[in-house]
């Protein structure tokens, strides 16, 4: 699963560098747990509790407030 997430991030990142400054992107490094929990989801059937969808927004929100104003 690991290697999955991984890639996934990747190529996410190799797009974002045609797009973005460095530090920009470096906040979106934490979309990869975020991948993670929705790969898992819906290849393994793990449940999305509360805490866990609490806890990717609060992720989400911190890539957005990053991006916003950087």
Do not use: C, K
């Not at 190799?14 to 797009?19: I, K, N, P, T, V």
């Not at 898992?40 to 806890?55: F, K, N, Q, R």
Request: aromatic share 18%.
């Amino acid at each position: 699963m690991g290697v999955a997430v991984n890639a996934i991030a990747f190529v996410l990142r190799a797009e974002l560098f045609q797009r973005y400054s460095v530090s920009t992107i470096s906040a979106f490094l934490f979309t990869s747990p975020i991948i993670g929990l929705f790969l898992s989801h819906w290849l393994l059937g793990d449940p999305l509790t509360w805490s866990v969808g609490l806890g990717g927004a609060v992720v989400s929100f911190g890539i957005f407030l990053v991006y916003r104003f950087t």
